[in-house]
C-alpha cells in the first residue's frame, strides 16, 4: 500500500514556473514506478510525465516535452515534477500515481495523490 500527497501547486503567470512533489509513503518506493496526471474542468484526466524505478527512464506527452522535468528522489520517497514555460492551457489539477513495474508507464497505476491544483494566468 502506498500513499501520495501532492504538494507545490498555486496561481502562476503565463511563462513562469512550478514544481510539483509527491511524497510517498512505504518502505518501498523505489521499487513503483511514478507518473504525473492532470485533469482539466470538462477534460479527461491525461499523463503528462512518467518515471521508472531508478529515474533512467523517462516518458513525457507531446504538450509537455522541453518545458517540464519528472524526476525522483528515492532516498527522500518524493518524486516532482518541474513545469517551466507555463501556459494557461497547462491549468488542471495534477495527480501523481504509483504503480508496481520497471518502467515509465502512461497506465495502469493503482495509487493516486488527491491533487493539487494548478493555475497559469495569461
Known amino acids: 500500500q502506498v500513499q501520495l500527497v501532492e504538494s507545490g501547486g498555486g496561481l502562476v503567470q503565463a511563462g513562469g514556473s512550478l514544481r510539483l512533489s509527491c511524497a510517498a509513503s512505504?518502505?518501498?518506493?523505489?521499487?513503483?514506478?511514478m507518473g504525473w496526471f492532470r485533469q482539466a474542468p470538462g477534460k479527461e484526466r491525461e499523463v503528462v510525465a512518467a518515471?521508472?524505478?531508478?529515474?533512467?527512464?523517462?516518458y513525457y506527452a507531446d504538450s509537455v516535452k522541453g518545458r517540464f522535468t519528472i524526476s525522483r528522489a528515492n532516498a527522500k520517497n518524493t518524486v516532482y515534477l518541474q513545469m517551466s514555460s507555463l501556459k494557461p492551457e497547462d491549468t488542471a489539477v495534477y495527480f501523481c500515481?504509483?504503480?508496481?513495474?520497471?518502467?515509465?508507464?502512461?497506465?495502469?497505476?493503482?495509487?493516486w495523490g488527491q491533487g493539487t491544483q494548478v493555475t497559469v494566468s495569461s
Open positions: 500515481a504509483a504503480r508496481s513495474g520497471n518502467y515509465a508507464y502512461t497506465g495502469g497505476y493503482d495509487y
Open positions: 512505504g518502505r518501498t518506493f523505489n521499487r513503483y514506478a
Open positions: 518515471i521508472n524505478w531508478s529515474g533512467g527512464s523517462t
